[in-house]
């Protein structure tokens, strides 16, 4: 199983912090944003990794994390000509990952706690997606399950959520899942929709959902950089950030 980040994007919610420079090399705590996911995907034994971005920051992207021989990986990149959506961003992937088995995606601004993996995500046929309870689910690609709570369908930034689980910027995919990006029409953003991968896998009954337990945000807004930057300074004093400071991050959020 290879790896794949996905760090390209303008970052429009975070300027002027990224007018001149690519999001994912922003700080969280005491690292560029993009360290994060790396660990994520090395806590998945993976050693082969595919950064996809912009060719404007390809350079610095390079020159920041190199081949990989540091951190024991092997780093490959790739640019994405113009942004069309996360989709469109993992098609660039197609040949990186052609013949390798199942592929490993990640959001490069996705920070997570040290992720518990179910030991069969690398063996068998499905595809897996990670889910949290959150404040704001709206901002997100929502889950929604019937009685059983069983998951049933995801609505892509929903007015009204149906639950507070949101899709986490994680996702592992069998490897036909190029041929079905292909397939795709762009919603009515003009991008290609993950929760349209997510609900082809659904509806073919090959999805497993993971409620993760530890932390997580995603890092693309400014209240979300902070809490991700507070979630590891925790995780590295090992204590935890007063509570009064989430509420505010979370009546941020809903403004943004």
Do not use: C, F
């Given at each position: 199983m290879r790896g794949i980040i996905l760090a390209g994007g303008t970052g429009s919610r975070?300027?002027?912090?990224?007018?001149?420079?690519?999001?994912?090399?922003?700080?969280?705590?005491?690292?560029?944003?993009?360290?994060?996911?790396?660990?994520?995907?090395?806590?998945?034994?993976?050693?082969?990794?595919?950064?996809?971005?912009?060719?404007?920051?390809?350079?610095?992207?390079?020159?920041?994390?190199?081949?990989?021989?540091?951190?024991?990986?092997?780093?490959?990149?790739?640019?994405?000509?113009k942004a069309r959506g996360i989709a469109d961003a993992l098609l660039c992937a197609e040949d990186y990952c052609r013949n390798d088995g199942k592929v490993a995606v990640i959001l490069g601004d996705n920070i997570f706690d040290p992720l518990k993996f179910p030991s069969e995500v690398a063996k068998d046929n499905d595809a897996y997606i990670f889910l949290k309870e959150v404040q704001d689910p709206e901002r997100f690609g929502v889950a929604n399950f019937n009685e059983k709570n069983e998951i049933i369908g995801i609505e892509e930034k929903p007015k009204t959520p149906k639950s507070n689980f949101a899709v986490t910027g994680l996702y592992i995919y069998p490897s036909d899942v190029f041929e079905f990006i292909k397939t795709l029409q762009p919603s009515k953003?003009?991008?290609?929709?993950?929760?349209?991968?997510?609900?082809?896998?659904?509806?073919?009954?090959?999805?497993?959902?993971?409620?993760?337990?530890?932390?997580?945000?995603?890092?693309?807004t400014f209240p979300s950089l902070l809490r991700a930057s507070l979630i590891k300074a925790g995780i590295a004093n090992g204590s935890l950030y007063d509570e009064k400071v989430i509420d505010l991050i979370h009546k941020l959020n809903k403004t943004q």
């Open positions: 975070l300027h002027p912090l990224t007018r001149v420079t690519n999001k994912h090399l922003l700080p969280v705590y005491d690292k560029p944003m993009i360290y994060h996911p790396l660990e994520t995907l090395k806590s998945l034994g993976l050693k082969d990794i595919l950064i996809v971005t912009g060719g404007e920051s390809l350079g610095d992207m390079m020159n920041l994390l190199g081949s990989g021989t540091d951190q024991g990986i092997r780093l490959t990149y790739k640019i994405q000509d953003r003009g991008e290609l929709e993950i929760t349209d991968v997510n609900n082809h896998y659904l509806k073919n009954k090959k999805l497993k959902a993971v409620k993760v337990e530890g932390h997580w945000s995603d890092a693309g």
